[in-house]
């Protein structure tokens, strides 16, 4: 089956086109259909923001390496025993790209984020079809389409940032990179009650979609000084809150700074493997008593994520579509950062209006 695959191991956007990496459609076997397994006809996979790290050799350099786990689509096969969640053939899902097996000591501890047997099931969804176990997979509400369903995943990462703050009502939070999950973190920060909702992101684009869902304040972090507006924001007290959704090193260290007294600042993106941030343990442990966490996937996120989903505003995530044997085209124009979000339509498959 076709599947979207890094086929050369490099940093995408290298200028040098001998060293680039490279992601092509290529040929896959199809995935074997267990007793307890679900076949998907996969409708649309986004890319996300970590798929260019993949290509750099994060996970390992052995090419290919199938790409995708942002995706919705129709169930088209059902193993024998594959009827605990009553899904039906025809039915429109979207789901958990990780299986947790629920059997090794961190499953059995409830932190199946550290699930020993998390890789079983890691299968790419930018393809023609994904075999799925059924406890993977979630029915998507009438509401909302299989182009929005495809979102489900990076709105499960959003409630586990949410989760990790342990935001209140009132909390004045700030949030750091307009991205695909700092948009989303914002609308979801937004239901739970937060104040002085601040964007800071250098691209104005991104700045003015924020505004337009729920951002009372953004801030321009190459032209404005972020500490001065804080402060001003803030009736200088700081973010309770602050959330890192950039990955940049270059904006990392200046989010502690920005953040209250016993505030908690969540880094809840993907960073290079070897970066070491500097941190003055007396400044902002002891005297500041900051909690610092971070967020690496989304376990028990996907049902409240769910019904989340119908919810959010995401027409201007899901904008720009690639047909699947257009992905390269797709990924250079995820890295030209011209559309906060790009989707892959892997097959097209109507919906009753």
């Known amino acids: 089956m076709k599947t979207v695959a890094v086929t050369k191991i490099g940093k995408l956007a290298d200028p040098d086109e001998a060293a680039r990496g490279r992601v092509e459609v290529v040929e896959f076997p199809e995935q074997p259909l267990g007793p307890e397994d679900v076949r998907v006809r996969v409708a649309y996979a986004a890319i996300c923001g970590s798929d260019p790290h993949l290509a750099e050799g994060f996970f390992g350099t052995e090419v290919p390496i199938g790409l995708g786990h942002e995706l919705s689509g129709v169930v088209e096969a059902l193993g024998e025993n594959a009827h605990r969640n009553g899904l039906q053939i ?24 550290f699930c020993e047997n998390i890789q079983e099931y890691n299968r790419p969804g930018m393809a023609e079809t994904i075999t799925w176990h059924e406890s993977q997979v979630y029915k998507l509400p009438d509401s909302v389409s299989l182009l929005k369903g495809c979102l489900l995943e990076p709105t499960s990462v959003a409630v586990r940032i949410a989760d990790k703050t342990r935001v209140r009502v009132g909390d004045r939070v700030a949030i750091v990179g307009g991205g695909p999950i700092g948009q989303l973190v914002l609308q979801v920060m937004k ?25 009372e304040f953004t801030i321009d972090p190459v032209t404005e000084n972020q500490f001065e507006r804080t402060d001003e924001i803030t009736g200088g007290r700081g973010y309770d809150i602050v959330i890192d959704a950039s990955g940049s090193t270059r904006a990392v260290r200046g989010v502690l700074d920005i953040a209250a007294k016993g505030g908690t600042v969540v880094y809840g993106a993907m960073y290079p493997a070897q970066y070491e941030m500097p941190l003055n343990l007396s400044d902002y442990l002891y005297l500041k008593e900051l909690t610092l966490t971070g967020v690496f996937v989304s376990p028990y996120a996907f049902p409240r994520a769910l019904q989340v989903l119908p919810q959010l505003d995401v027409d201007e995530l899901t904008a720009a579509v690639f047909d699947l044997d257009d992905a390269t085209e797709a990924f250079a124009v995820h890295m030209s950062g011209v559309h906060p979000k790009v989707v892959i339509r892997c097959n097209t498959i109507e919906e009753s209006a």
Request: hydrophobic share 35%.
């Open 90 to 113: 025809g039915d429109r899902v979207a789901g958990n790209f990780l299986r947790f097996c629920g059997t090794c000591r961190p499953c059995q501890e409830g932190k199946q984020q």
């Open 191 to 215: 239901m739970y009650g937060a104040t002085s909702l601040t964007m800071i992101e250098p691209i104005a684009e991104r700045r003015a979609m924020a505004a337009r869902h729920g951002a």
